[in-house]
C-alpha cells in the first residue's frame, strides 16, 4: 500500500518512513536505509525517521566496529604479520571486509590480488567507497558473500596463498570463526598458504574486587536483604567499562587453544580446568579473554591488566552462582566448554 501511494505521490515522507520501518523488521537493511533516507531528503529533521536511521546503522554496525577499527594494539598486529607474508607475487583472501582497513594493508605491502567478502551489503558498499578513497579499486575485489558460498573459478581466480581473518569476537568463537577456517582452508588457499593469525587461544583467571563486586552482585543495603535478586542476574557479561579495577585472583590459564595452521578441523570441546588461587579474597567467577599469534612470536592479546580505551574485544565475565571466599593456594575445578560458538566457564 506504502508502495502504491509513493507511485502516485513521491512526496509521502511517512509513506517512506513507514516503509522504512517495515523493511528493517524484515531484517532487509539496505531497503530499509534506503527508504528512510528518502523521508529525510523530503523532511531533513524528521525526528522519527532520523532515530530510525539509527537504529537501522546500529543493527547493522555494532558499537565496537569504530573502537575496534581505531584499535592501535590489534592494527599493528595484523600489518606487522601482513608485512612477514606477503611479496609482490601474493594473492590474498580475507575473510570479512569490514572498513577494508585489512585488505587496504596487503594492498599497500604490494600484494598482487587481493580478494574480501562480506556479507554486510551496507558494510560493503561503504567499504567500496573506502577503497575508492584510497585509490585501490583496481587492485581489490569485494565480493559480497559469506565465504562458505565463494566459488573458485567463478568469485576468485585461484585458491589464495595468504588467508587472512578478523572474524574473532570477544571470546574468540562466536562469529563462525571456526566454520570459516575449516572451509577456506580446504577450498579457498592453496596447500602452504600462510594464515593470519596463525593461532588463537581462549584465556581465563578467577577475578574478584570490590569495584567490580559492586556491579555484578547485590548483598545487601543496610539490614534489608536483596541476595536473591542476584538469582535473575544473567550469568554472562562483556565489561564495557574500563574504569572498573579487577583483582585477579589466580595465575592466567589457557583454556583452550587453536592451531589454524596445522590442524584443518576444530571439534567441540569439554575439560576439567584446574585453577590455583593466588590470592585471599572473594571471587565472584571467570573473567576471559583472547590471544592471537603467530608463529614468529608476534603476539595480540586483551589482558585485563592491560586493558585499552579503544578496542574492539571486551573481557567477558563468567559469574559463579555464589561468590567463592578464597584462601591462597585454594584449588578450584572449572569446567570449560565450548560448542565451537557459544563458549561458557562454570563449577
Known amino acids: 500500500c506504502y508502495e502504491k501511494a509513493i507511485k502516485i505521490n513521491k512526496k509521502l515522507p511517512d509513506a517512506y518512513y513507514n516503509l522504512s520501518l ?23 529533521q524528521m525526528l522519527k ?29 595484523y600489518l606487522s604479520a601482513l608485512k612477514t607474508a606477503i611479496d609482490t607475487s601474493s594473492s590474498v583472501f580475507e575473510i570479512g571486509t569490514g572498513s577494508a582497513l585489512l585488505s587496504i594493508m596487503a594492498a599497500n605491502l604490494g600484494a598482487k590480488e587481493i580478494n574480501t567478502c562480506e556479507t554486510n551489503s551496507i558494510m560493503a558498499n561503504t ?4 577503497i575508492a578513497d584510497n585509490n585501490l579499486s583496481k587492485k581489490i575485489n569485494i565480493i559480497q558473500k559469506k565465504s562458505n558460498d565463494i566459488i573458485v573459478g567463478k568469485d576468485i581466480n585461484k585458491p589464495a596463498d595468504v588467508l587472512v581473518s578478523e572474524i574473532f569476537s570477544s571470546n574468540l568463537l562466536s562469529e563462525d570463526v571456526l566454520p570459516s577456517l575449516e572451509d577456506a582452508k580446504q577450498r579457498l588457499i592453496s596447500k602452504n598458504a600462510k594464515i593470519i593469525p ?33 538469582s535473575i542476574i544473567a550469568k554472562k557479561h562483556i565489561l564495557h567499562r574500563q574504569d572498573l579495577k579487577i583483582n585477579l585472583m589466580s595465575n592466567e590459564f589457557e583454556a583452550f587453544r587453536f592451531d589454524f595452521v596445522n590442524k584443518n578441523n576444530f571439534p567441540s ?24 599469534e603467530m608463529e614468529n612470536g608476534l603476539k595480540y592479546e586483551n589482558h585485563p591488566a592491560n586493558l585499552s580505551n579503544t578496542s574492539g574485544w571486551q573481557n567477558v565475565f563468567y559469574l559463579f ?27
Open 198 to 230: 596463525e593461532y588463537g587461544s581462549i584465556m581465563i583467571s578467577l577475578f574478584g574486587g570490590d569495584d567490580i563486586g559492586k556491579n555484578i552482585y547485590t548483598e545487601k543495603f543496610e539490614n534489608i536483604k536483596l541476595k536473591k535478586f542476584n
Open 22 to 44: 517495515l523493511y528493517m523488521n524484515s531484517v532487509k537493511y539496505e531497503k530499509a536505509l534506503q527508504y528512510c533516507n528518502q523521508a529525510l531528503n523530503l523532511i531533513p
Open 49 to 77: 525517521a532520523i532515530n530510525l536511521k539509527s537504529e537501522i546503522l546500529k543493527r547493522n554496525i555494532p558499537f565496537w566496529h569504530v573502537p575496534m577499527i581505531n584499535d592501535d594494539d590489534r592494527n599493528n598486529f
Open 269 to 292: 570441546e569439554k575439560k576439567k580446568i584446574e585453577i590455583k588461587a593466588i590470592k585471599k579474597g572473594r571471587s565472584y567467577g571467570i573473567i576471559q579473554w583472547i590471544k592471537l
Open 127 to 130: 567499504a567500496t567507497k573506502i
Open 321 to 347: 552462582n555464589e561468590p567463592m571466599e578464597l584462601s591462597i593456594g585454594q584449588k578450584v575445578v572449572i569446567t570449560g566448554k565450548h560448542d565451537r560458538n557459544i563458549v561458557w566457564f562454570f563449577i
